[in-house]
């Protein structure tokens, strides 16, 4: 019998009425990469967290090389060798690398960082300061920081979402060298292909439990998804086909700067017609975000001109932009933070929207009811009531509540900051069916990603950031992967702005 590096004997955890893991069982072996795959409120975090310390189950066992433990913290977690990559790092940002490693680690330090860069292969200067460094290169600090401890499991969650094609080929190749080397790892990730390209079995759950354990060779993204799901679902992403109308959106020389000084954009020009989907990749922190809050009115610019179907909108507020007639609809990164307000229900949600341009008591309370229930149906929003908190919902509906409510506003131009970030296969599917949707009626859609398939099977052209400017506008059709990293990462330089032929 093969020797397991951890073993899950019916591992339950309940939050209240709620049992979000029930009765799960799992185990990895030495020298095996597992994959962990399920829908947004699977259980997939829960559990993890109960191996990292963070929870502590309320039925089953843990057994570590045969042992049955009791993780009682992350610390003691960290001193049995398990050892967890978040998908929002833990990093001082004022600090290099090397402190980073060392910090907190006193007795639990058992590797040198230096070594763990030679044994690994590992490409990074640990004197760098961690706001210097790429998304990859902190990714690898977190990585070597748990290395350095001792761990013999690694837990990776969500560890390719804001990657390039070239910096997840690395990653993977470190991977398989811990493999070699002797080290189970479990790694979270919505990606399919990528599940079927590093890892030897698949664990699936669904609603809190595990449907089934199979090997990576023996299947596909087919019979995967059907098992997440518990239906079959079809992965091909259309390019709905739409006639370009006029011109919506013309950005010109746009500069945008941060509240720390640095520049965010520099000298960024495109445009958006309708019927189109123009798709925005680049790295983290490439300018994304900023570009997005410039064109709605929430972040300040340097230098440009933003036009809006020939009306001046930069320099405009939110509202300022709403009273001149201007019919836009912004869905940001932070869903909770910027898009929603997570304390009220579903449908007050909606009022958000309009409050303002209402009379009367009630703010059109009973129609906004409607549309809530019609909403919920339409896309099939999973949720008690209309009348449910919205911090309450899964992140999938949360999003799609955000989504139902800024196309009810019928927007000539739609900007959409990540819309699947997060998201099972299901809910990303619907979230791209609705975007083609909105293309065929006219709308104009500008569409952040970070799944370059997804941008090439999605969108019509696709915009690319690097270091806050424009290094290419390709046609979707000719372009690839590959080429859309190297634009990402400054390594392909071309003297074009468009290249038709990428």
Known sequence: MAQYAIELHGLTKRFGAVVANDGIDLNVRKGE???LLGENGSGKTTLMNMLSGIYQPDAGEIYLAGKKVNIRSPQEAISLGIGMVHQHFKLVDVFTARQNIMLGAGAHLRIQPEQLCEQFGFHLDLNKKIYDMSVSEKQTVEIIKVLSRGADLLILDE???????????????????????????????????????????????????????VNTAETDEYALTSLMVGHAVDLNIQRAEASVGSELLDVHALNVFRADGSQALKDVSFTLSAGEI????????SGQKELCESIAGLHPIAGGSILMENKRIDGLTPREIINRGVSMSFIPEDRLGMGLAGGLSLYDNLLLKTYRDQKGVF???????????????????STPSISTQVRKLSGGNVQKVL????LNANPRVLITAYPVRGLDINSSMTIYHLLNEQKKKGVGVLFIGEDLDVLLSLCDRILVLCNGRVSAIVNSKYATKELLGLKMTGAWEHDDEEDDYA
Do not use: N, Y
């Open 33 to 35: 990469i597992l994959a």
């Open 159 to 213: 560890p390719t979402a804001v990657l390039t094609p070239q910096e997840i080929t690395t990653l993977f190749e470190i991977l398989r060298k811990m493999r070699s080397e002797g080290h189970a790892v479990i790694i979270i990730t919505h990606k399919l292909d990528e599940v079927l390209a590093v890892s030897d079995r698949v664990t699936v759950l669904h609603k809190g439990k595990s449907v089934a354990t």
């Open 278 to 285: 123009l798709g925005v990749a680049g790295v983290a922190g």
């Open 363 to 381: 703010l059109r309370r009973r129609q906004a009811k409607d549309e809530a229930v019609q909403m919920v149906k339409e896309l099939e929003i």
């Open 403 to 406: 989504l139902g409510r800024e």
